[in-house]
């Protein structure tokens, strides 16, 4: 059977401590030992990098909820810590505190195990404690990433649970049968898409480079504190802001510092924090200091928003106080593209928050941003795509059989396109998902918004 246009469809999450989300949907929870792939598994199935994810075991501590959409229907995810429940630490005891309020609100658990490590007795012990709950049970053998691996996951089985999944959550193997599965067993309400009646607009950069003194303009009061000492804003200030019919809210985050000069626990969490300010956010504005260019801290800061799929507009700052030389924006939008080649769809703005040149230009481009990453591209139009520019050409040079047989638009908030193949095993390339994207940006004018590309082996 055909999947539903709202396949693969992910959704606004948030993060709470030790509490529930606010709403009805059912809960599906994540458990396991430490260092299982847990928190990979929640990021991917939430579409945004929430959960903090390391080599480092027990990592996660508290509980951490999302949202997940999947052929139109919702339900509530939480990711807990690694259970140690013999343990007489403190944290670990509490880590199982707070596993087991989350186990007794859920519809369903994941039991994730790493088929690298084989059946271990904690993976046993755990088995034996979360049948006692009486919950439904899926087994998910993670890090079944090469077929040499397959034949090692069926010891698993010996643990005695019905449904055993075998999956890679770094890689994306498997979840698509995961997430069928689940819905199987869980009662998911259909959800309908809504768009939200304001936009969200996170002001990210480095410390420095005048992110508050662009809110304090655009709102045109002394709003956010403003020094020139790196790292004022330690935490997100909203504001709102009406321009031209449209809400804004505007997200100051602390300034992203380089991790080899965060010292003080202060400012370790400032980084975490400006993280998560722009998942919170619909577009996120980058601002770069005109008089140094752009950096390679300028682009790991790009890269959180795009990983977290949000709508780029690039501020070039200080442009008062760059010499007035007509070839110096084209020299400037050069170097931009070059360190930042991953951000081709993003406008660039040059502007002074200082004498408010061009700030106004920001507040523009986010409405076409927001307009464009909650596009939905009518199923007849789509159909007429695939066949223009899909259709009949190659998937690669090397594996020439793989084809596409249809694709889907999934979702919005960013654009979601699902590519279903004629392949059981084998994916397309990276060159052949950006052949498509590139397609779908001339045809439908995604305009500073990155486009999501899945793939859909075939059954």
């Known amino acids: 059977m055909k999947p539903s246009a709202e396949d693969m469809r992910v959704v606004e999450q948030e993060v709470e401590t030790g509490r529930g989300t606010s709403g009805e949907n059912p809960s599906v929870v994540i458990l396991g030992r430490p260092n299982v792939g847990k928190s990979t598994l929640f990021n991917r199935l939430v ?63 994941l039991f994730v195990v790493d088929v690298r490590e084989g059946v271990t007795p904690l993976d046993e012990d755990l088995a034996r404690r979360l049948r006692r709950f009486g919950k ?54 259909e ?31 002394e709003r956010v504190i403003v020094a020139p ?58 601002v770069i200091d005109a008089t140094e260019g752009p950096t390679a801290l300028d682009a790991r800061i790009a890269g959180f928003a795009h990983e977290a799929g949000k709508s780029l507009i690039i501020a070039v700052n200080k442009w008062d106080l760059v010499p007035q030389d007509p070839r110096m924006a084209a020299r400037m939008e050069e170097a931009i ?16 928050a200082l004498t408010g040149q061009h700030v106004t230009r920001v507040l523009e481009l986010a409405v076409r941003a927001h307009e464009a990453r909650h596009r939905r591209i009518p199923t007849a139009e789509l159909n007429r795509f695939f066949q223009q520019f899909v259709a009949e050409a190659r998937a690669t040079t090397r594996h020439r059989g793989v084809r596409v047989q249809y694709l889907t638009q999934a979702g919005v908030d960013p654009p979601t396109f699902v590519l279903f193949l004629n392949s059981r095993r084998e994916k397309l390339e990276a060159a052949y998902e950006r052949y498509i994207e590139n397609r ?18 075939k059954a």
């Open 337 to 352: 593209r070059v360190r930042l080649r991953f951000l081709d769809y993003a406008p660039i703005v040059f502007i002074s």
């Open 47 to 109: 579409g945004m990098r929430r959960a903090i994810v390391g080599d480092e075991p027990g990592i996660t501590r508290d509980r951490i909820h999302g949202r997940v959409r999947w052929r139109g229907r919702e339900f509530e995810l939480v990711d807990t810590g690694g259970l140690l429940p013999d343990e007489a630490a403190i944290i670990p005891a509490s880590i199982v505190r707070q596993a087991e309020a989350a186990i007794a609100r859920a519809h369903l658990l």
């Open 440 to 457: 779908l940006r001339e045809q439908y004018e995604f305009f500073a918004t990155p486009i999501r590309i899945k793939q859909r082996l």
């Open 229 to 286: 000492t790196p790292g004022t804003t330690r935490d997100a200030v909203d504001s709102e802001l009406e321009f031209e019919g449209m809400r804004f809210r505007l997200i100051d985050t602390a300034g992203i510092r380089r991790k080899s000069r965060v010292l003080e626990q202060t400012e370790r969490i400032a980084v975490l924090m400006a993280e998560r300010h722009i998942e919170r956010a619909d577009v996120a504005v980058l």
């Open 136 to 189: 439904p049970i899926f087994l998910v053998v993670n890090k079944v990433d090469a077929a040499r691996w397959e034949a090692h996951a069926e010891d698993f089985r010996r643990l005695g649970f019905a449904r055993v999944f075998l999956i890679s959550a770094e890689h994306g193997h498997g979840i698509g049968e995961l997430l069928d599965a689940i819905l199987e067993i869980v009662p998911a309400p």
């Open 191 to 221: 959800v309908v898409e809504t768009r939200p009646d304001e936009i969200r607009l996170a002001i990210i950069g480095k410390p420095n480079v005048g992110k508050s003194s662009l809110v304090n303009r655009l709102l045109g009061t």
